[in-house]
């Protein structure tokens, strides 16, 4: 499903600022100016620990916030080991995005929900399920330690996931 990022209820407000400042990054258009305005002053208050610079941590740290929003779930503090964060119903979940087409992953995480970030600002969920299947499929770990998946791959696995198996969005 290819969601806009802007559910509505309590989530609205900061899924709004999320997608806003997604589509600025995107397209190339952040400002110094914007950045004081849209990332130091609400985005690392709301989200303490995760950092929204103009680099290569943004796309993630997006990711991570856009899953807290709609997914429900409880970030830990960032660089915490293997897991970004834990879902409502208890299970931890390490989040993965990217604007490309692959992720690399460093250990197997108990669940995990990859983000295909989209250059118009919206983004696709692409795996949403338990981490074993995505660990096994990884390739051989590169000299960064991490294991490349290919998001193709993980659509694959995506379509075996059974409902229960997925963390649920909001309501």
């Known amino acids: 499903d290819r969601y806009r990022g802007m559910p509505t209820g309590h989530v609205e407000v900061n ?21 004081q305005v849209f990332v130091h002053t609400p985005l690392e208050e709301m989200y303490p620990g995760r950092h929204f610079t103009p680099d290569g ?12 929003e709609w997914y429900g ?31 690399g992953i460093n250990e197997k995480p108990d669940y995990l929900i990859v983000l295909k970030m989209h250059r118009d600002g919206t983004f696709e969920e692409i795996y949403n399920g338990p981490g074993e299947p995505a660990w096994d499929a990884a390739g ?15 659509r694959g696995l995506n ?13």
Request: proline share 5%; charged share 20%; with cysteine.
């Open 15 to 35: 899924c709004s600022l999320l997608f806003l400042l997604g589509v600025m990054v995107i397209h190339g258009h952040l400002l110094v100016s914007d950045v």
């Open 57 to 68: 941590h943004m796309v993630g740290s997006l990711g991570e916030a856009i899953t807290s």
């Open 73 to 103: 779930l409880r970030l830990f503090k960032a660089a915490y080991p293997i897991h970004d964060g834990v879902a409502p119903d208890g299970r931890l979940v390490q989040v993965k995005a990217t604007q490309g087409n692959k992720i």
């Open 140 to 154: 051989e770990a590169l000299k960064t330690g991490q294991r490349p998946l290919s998001l193709t791959k993980l």
């Open 159 to 171: 379509s075996e996931v059974l409902p229960e198996q997925r963390i649920p969005t909001l309501d």
